[in-house]
Nanobody, 124 residues
Framework: QVQLVESGGGLVQAGGSLRLSCVAPGRTFSTYAVGWFRQAPGKEREFVAVIGYGGGSTAYGDSVKGRFTISRDNVKNTDTVYLQMNSLKPEDTAVYYC???????????????WGQGTQVTVSS
């Protein structure tokens, strides 16, 4: 079982930046691929980005390519996956979730472990 916790969401003006973080308290998840997804009210959960367990492989959704960057590190035995979000737009407003899986995937139904989400709101 992998419990994930997201942080870093908030309210930002269009054109601004935020950095989201995802950790697994009390354990490492360095052997898992980690994805970021988002869900806006009334919409389906959408793939945003994913990073492989080694950090060398990444993939992005078309709507965020060139603006968002996913990365991961291990500091003092704590694994963290980041989502750096630049040039934010009002349409980026959503609850953002991180999820862990054994392999890279863009599909929500292939992820076994999910965090509870963090709200990102972009004002125009």
């Amino acid at each position: 079982q992998v419990q994930l916790v997201e942080s870093g969401g908030g309210l930002v003006q269009a054109g601004g930046s935020l950095r989201l973080s995802c950790v697994a308290p009390g354990r490492t998840f360095s052997t898992y691929a980690v994805g970021w997804f988002r869900q806006a009210p009334g919409k389906e959960r959408e793939f945003v980005a994913v990073i492989g367990y080694g950090g060398g492989s990444t993939a992005y959704g078309d709507s965020v390519k060139g603006r968002f960057t996913i990365s991961r590190d291990n500091v003092k035995n704590t694994d963290t996956v980041y989502l750096q979000m630049n040039s934010l737009k009002p349409e980026d407003t959503a609850v953002y979730y991180c999820a862990a899986n054994q392999f890279l995937s863009r599909r929500t139904n292939e992820y076994a472990y999910w965090g509870q989400g963090t709200q990102v709101t972009v004002s125009s």
